[in-house]
């Protein structure tokens, strides 16, 4: 049988992507190095090999023993703060691992390319809906490694006419089972978690921003959403013979304001502690919104899950890790 190497596909997305192509019948197999992943995220079933993607010689081994259709890489450093004071780590997992994976699939003759990049790559855009042929201005270590990624992935296409879909994520939070929900406390979402779970109050960062309820706007999309977009990419792929070379953006197409996303996330937990504002952080962009027509035109992808949901669904990850959280809440 066919599979898809899903290169980081024991981590947070990726065992999201994996079990979403598991499910749907395609083959995969999973290749991490579990340095920020976990074995628990890969169903059963699915061959597992912990490798690094900077070691050539094993990748090279797993294409022999597999008959690989195509890769999706989801393998990075994510820490866009980390990135600014470890850069040539993030350079070395993100960009220089991303190069070995690539040599070897030219090597294994292996065509289908997935990328996850970011809205990261933007930067700060001044625009309404971000469309994918905006130009590209990342603010930091970790965005640029993303970016220098599409870059590579480009020059595959060129050069060895390889098939290529970057997906820019954007705000990403959910899970589709309360196992697999992200475990780390890195985004809006479980920030909010942790604060009211200790009792404390949110934080907006900025309320005088030029926007209905003075917040900044984003773009926050449910994981199985995302995940549902690597198979509508995947079957893209193996119906188009031609190299293709296609980057889309992976949102909802919708903002939701911070401010609005804390009374979300209130009333899902019951936890209601009024938000303080601090200052703007420097560098945070007043709007970023995904344009999603090009993805849905093209691979018939929309994301079907609400904001409501993937709040809904986040919180029961985070109760599930933190029991101390449902007894917080049964208090109130
Ligand atoms: N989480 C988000 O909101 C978000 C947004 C936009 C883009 N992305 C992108 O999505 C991808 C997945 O992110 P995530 O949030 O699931 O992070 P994650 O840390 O949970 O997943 C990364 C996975 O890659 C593995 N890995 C790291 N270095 C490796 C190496 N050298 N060889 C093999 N495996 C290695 C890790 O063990 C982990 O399982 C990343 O490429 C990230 O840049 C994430």
């Known amino acids: 049988m066919k599979v898809w190497l899903i290169a980081g596909g024991a981590g947070y997305i990726g065992g999201h992507v994996v079990k979403s192509m598991h499910d749907a019948g395609e083959g995969v ?5 579990l340095s920020t992943g976990s074995r628990d995220n890969v169903p059963e079933g699915v061959p597992f090999v912990q490798e690094s993607i900077l070691n050539g010689e094993a990748l090279r ?3 022999q023993e597999y008959e690989v259709e195509g890769v999706i890489n989801m393998v990075a450093r994510t820490q866009v703060g980390e990135s600014f004071t470890r850069p040539l ?3 070395q997992q993100n960009v220089e691992g991303f190069r070995v994976l690539l040599a070897a699939m030219r090597q294994a003759g292996v065509r289908n390319l997935i990328y996850s990049s970011s809205a990261s790559v933007y930067g700060a855009p001044d625009v ?9 201005h990342p603010m930091s270590p970790y965005g640029q490694s993303k970016l220098i990624g599409e870059w590579l992935g480009e020059a595959a296409h060129t050069a060895f006419d390889m098939s290529v879909v970057n997906l820019r994520y954007f705000n990403v939070a959910g899970a589709v089972t309360p196992a697999m929900a992200d475990k780390r406390v890195l985004n809006l ?3 909010v978690f942790e604060k009211l779970t200790h009792g404390r109050a949110p934080v907006i960062f900025g309320g005088d921003y030029d926007t209905p309820d003075g917040t900044c706007i984003r773009d926050f999309i449910h994981v199985a959403d995302i995940a549902s977009a690597h198979l509508a990419a995947a079957r893209h792929l193996r119906a188009h ?3 293709v070379l296609r980057t889309y953006n992976v949102g909802r197409g919708e903002g939701v304001s911070v401010r609005a ?4 996330i209130c009333e ?3 936890l209601s502690i009024p938000p303080v504002v601090a200052d703007r952080r420097p560098g945070d962009p007043v709007k970023v919104v995904a344009d999603a027509r090009p993805i849905q035109r093209d691979l018939g992808w929309k994301a079907q899950h609400s904001v409501f949901d993937m709040v809904a669904s986040a919180w029961e990850g985070w109760c599930a890790q933190h029991p101390q959280a449902r007894a917080v809440q049964r208090q109130v």
């Open 89 to 91: 780590d993030y350079y």
């Open 61 to 63: 081994k797993v294409f």
């Open 189 to 191: 979402v479980p920030m």
């Open 241 to 243: 013979d031609d190299a």
């Open 29 to 33: 197999i999973v290749v991490d190095d």
């Open 128 to 136: 309404d809906l971000v469309t994918e042929d905006l130009p590209c």
């Open 261 to 264: 996303l804390i009374s979300m």
């Open 268 to 270: 899902v937990s019951g």
